[in-house]
């Protein structure tokens, strides 16, 4: 896709983004880019329509979040955060590596992350209201895939502060992106997830992620995704306002 002026007559930025401020997955891709410290253009969704551009560039999901690098379109936020990690090299005293460098840590890791999309997604829909289900009941299917991504936790971390070690990394990025909507979806369904009785590792680990200056202006407030909810309820019923 080639490069085309924007409507002041400037010639779009090198990196931008297209997405939606209360989608985890755009999130992702928004903290990988902080991490490394590339300067991008974030253009905002409508919520519920598909901009041109965004049908242009994704035409086979019609999907955000999308990365546009030099006009070039790539979309799934696990791909771009990827894309982003190969694109811009770890350095010293600069940017972190997000992957770990061995191929079984990042195989682990990506493991992890599927995890993350098939175990947390699917109950936040439920919790949300915008797919039928027995609250309960997947407030306790989430509790294992905490447990379970708690005792992961322990294993990546390796005793240090994040999945990734000393840097937040891949699968940080992964989980980390839904800590709103976890707690917007404890607010909502009145239930309760990830708190410090239940899962004391991973809510440290929570509350130091949600305060990562790559990450703290990213990771949107509990209370504005429930007001999201309820504005856009009819559109989160009817479209999945939740793309990767």
């Avoid at 994704?58 to 982003?84: A, Q, R």
């Avoid at 306790?140 to 994040?162: N, W």
């Amino acid at each position: 896709m080639s490069s085309t002026n924007n409507s002041s007559g400037e010639p779009p930025a090198a990196v931008r983004v297209l997405g939606g401020w209360a989608s985890p997955f755009t999130n992702r891709v928004v903290v990988a880019l902080k991490l490394k410290g590339v300067e991008h253009e974030m253009l905002q969704e409508t919520v519920g329509k598909k901009s041109e551009l965004l049908l242009r560039s994704n035409p086979v999901h019609k999907k955000f979040p999308v990365l546009l690098h030099h006009g070039n379109p790539l979309p799934e936020s696990l791909v771009i955060v990827e894309y982003i990690d190969e694109v811009w090299p770890a350095s010293n005293g600069g940017a972190p590596a997000i992957l770990p460098r061995d191929p079984h840590g990042r195989a682990v890791e990506r493991f992890w992350a599927r995890y993350v999309d098939d175990k947390i997604l699917p109950g936040l829909r439920v919790l949300r209201g915008s797919v039928a289900g027995d609250k309960d009941q997947t407030a306790g299917e989430m509790s294992t895939a905490l447990q379970r991504l708690e005792e992961a936790f322990v294993k990546c971390s390796q005793g240090k502060e994040y999945f990734g070690g000393d840097n937040i990394g891949y699968l940080d990025i992964a989980l980390g992106s839904f800590l709103g909507w976890i707690k917007a979806g404890e607010k909502i369904a009145g239930v309760e997830l990830l708190n410090e009785t239940k899962f004391p590792i991973l809510a440290v680990w929570a509350n130091r992620f949600c305060a990562h200056p790559a990450v703290v202006d990213v990771v949107p407030d509990a209370d504005k995704l429930v007001e999201f909810t309820v504005q856009y309820g009819a559109v989160l019923n009817t479209t999945n306002v939740l793309p990767k």
